[in-house]
């Protein structure tokens, strides 16, 4: 496997799928034109939608969506691997997912994923999230080959979740994708660690995609796209929130040298769990 340019794409999706997806275009192009053969892009590339009526309105199966439409044309007109980060699916039974999909550079569809871990939380600035009340949760893993390397695919709050990431790595993928949509406070407080720490315990390369900035429905994003190398050094960043492109080289042979460093997938060992009876305290009322 030899070295391939990878780039992530950051955006600040808006409501309008046909304007996100001509957003996502001229960003591809010019990820392509600096000369990337696998691009990257964030979560929800198709819109970003709140109100659950505007939701229920906006968005439609996978064969006619206007985002996979244009990925697709994409990838097969640049001769690259496309990775539409994540954008919303009317699925079979009326349920929406949360999916990610790899296109070759014949246009093919080679792999879709559907976010497994659902953002249900309660911030501390009073924003709260039911993703769950919205999408329904995938329930299977996918690595697929991609340019060159084996790729694992994740979404946004799926970074919390390592044992994700680790059965990905377990299955060969020297390279993992977290195209994200972070919060703002979540952002600044978690995102770069946690993945530089899924790339050292993995011994691989990440690339991180992410929307940015305040979006037309309300929500404010972190940005920082991310492209991380096996050892944890950070090799390219959007520093800020504003929609651009980063590019960075990545070298599978790097994920190898890691891992043989390391061996930690290697040497790692099943284990049994003893939870021991909390201690009687003293004067405790019995």
């Not at 640049?78 to 997912?97: E, M, N, Q, V, Y």
């Not at 993703?131 to 946004?156: K, N, T």
């Not at 949509?181 to 691989?204: D, K, M, S, Y």
């Amino acid at each position: 496997m030899s070295a391939f340019k990878a780039a992530a794409v950051q955006m600040r999706s808006g409501t309008s799928l046909e304007r996100n997806a001509a957003d996502m275009e001229r960003l591809v192009r010019e990820a392509a034109a600096q000369g990337a053969t696998y691009v990257q892009t964030p979560e929800m590339t198709g819109a970003m939608v709140r109100d659950k009526q505007a939701r229920a309105a906006a968005f439609t199966t996978e064969d006619k969506d206007v985002v996979v439409a244009a990925a697709r044309r994409l990838a097969r007109e640049l001769g690259i691997f496309l990775h539409l980060g994540s954008t919303a699916i009317l699925r079979a039974d009326g349920k929406l997912a949360n999916r990610a999909l790899l296109f070759s550079p014949q246009g093919g569809t080679l792999a879709s994923y559907d976010k497994i871990h659902m953002f249900d939380v309660d911030l501390d600035n009073g924003e709260s999230w039911r993703e769950s009340a919205a999408y329904e949760p995938g329930a299977q893993a996918v690595v697929a080959d991609a340019a060159g390397a084996r790729l694992g695919f994740a979404i946004c709050y799926d970074l919390r979740f390592p044992q994700l990431f680790r059965a990905e790595a377990l299955a060969g993928a020297d390279l993992l994708s977290v195209p994200a949509a972070f919060t703002r406070q979540t952002g600044e407080a978690h995102w770069h660690v946690l993945l530089r720490a899924r790339a050292i315990e993995n011994g691989a390369f990440v690339v991180a995609a992410a929307q940015g900035g305040l979006h037309e429905d309300g929500r404010e994003t972190y940005g920082h796209s991310l492209i991380v190398d096996p050892w944890g050094r950070v090799l390219a960043e959007a520093a800020h929130d504003e929609p651009g492109v980063i590019v960075a080289e990545i070298d599978p042979a790097q994920s190898r040298a890691a891992r043989a460093k390391i061996p930690n997938l290697k040497n790692a060992r099943e284990f049994a769990l003893k939870a021991a009876a909390p201690a009687a305290l003293k004067g405790a009322a019995s």
